[in-house]
T-cell receptor, first 113, second 114 residues
């Protein structure tokens, strides 16, 4: 099976812009979770989608949003970018959710200037 | 609230030496416990996980972890470290129920001296 893919791998944006990141899960996986990874904060949970519904949400402002399509592919959007949004954004897929093994993509490195 | 603490931010060991990485969690019931590894340039990969049964869990790459309920700990061990084990190690906990989500420790960075 193909692994989790994330596009783009690298992104440079300026403050105030918006960005959309994409994640294609492993075939058959219905859960997709998104994380923000920074050196000081570790992995912080953004949200989880399961069968096109947001099932869980972390403590991030409303500028961070996501969605999941019928084929389980997921996108996350960050509007009005801030310098502090610079991070590695990781997507993970699993068959059923948090208690299953998470399969991570390589991440999207977002730099906000 | 669930939380995970990895007390050691950075550890350096010599190749061939034994390794123990500490993980303490806070959760009301028996949690699902995980150890993941993130190697330079590679994605996060599951090493092992525990939910029930034998409290000593075997994982990939020769790693094992022991669940100790009385100490709320799930420490990761390896009897002999290889240079390729240099990586970032993350402990995570998930609870059962509809609102379960993975809570992560801040990670332990492992360096291996030749």
């Amino acid at each position: 099976k193909a692994g989790v893919t994330q596009t783009p791998r690298y992104l440079i944006k300026t403050r105030g812009q918006q960005v959309t990141l994409s994640c294609s899960p492993i075939s058959g996986h219905r859960s997709v979770s998104w994380y923000q990874q920074t050196p000081g904060q570790g992995l912080q949970f953004l949200f989880e989608y399961f069968s096109e519904t947001q099932r869980n949400k972390g403590n991030f402002p409303g500028r961070f949003s996501g969605r999941q399509f019928s084929n389980s592919r997921s996108e996350m959007n960050v509007s009005t970018l801030e310098l502090g949004d610079s991070a590695l954004y990781l997507c993970a897929s699993s068959p059923g959710g948090a208690t299953d093994t998470q399969y991570f993509g390589p991440g999207t490195r977002l730099t906000v200037l | 609230a669930q939380s995970v603490t990895q007390p050691d931010i950075h550890i350096t060991v010599s190749e061939g030496a034994s390794l123990e990485l500490r993980c303490n969690y806070s959760y009301g019931a028996t949690p699902y416990l995980f150890w993941y590894v993130q190697s330079p340039g590679q994605g996060l990969q599951l090493l092992l996980k525990y939910f029930s049964g034998d409290t000593l869990v075997q994982g990939i790459k020769g790693f094992e972890a022991e669940f100790k309920r009385s100490q709320s700990s799930f420490n990761l061990r390896k009897p002999s470290v290889h240079w390729s084990d240099a990586a970032e190690y993350f402990c995570a906990v998930a609870g059962a129920g509809n609102n379960r989500k993975l809570i992560w420790g801040l990670g332990t960075s492992l360096a291996v001296n030749p």
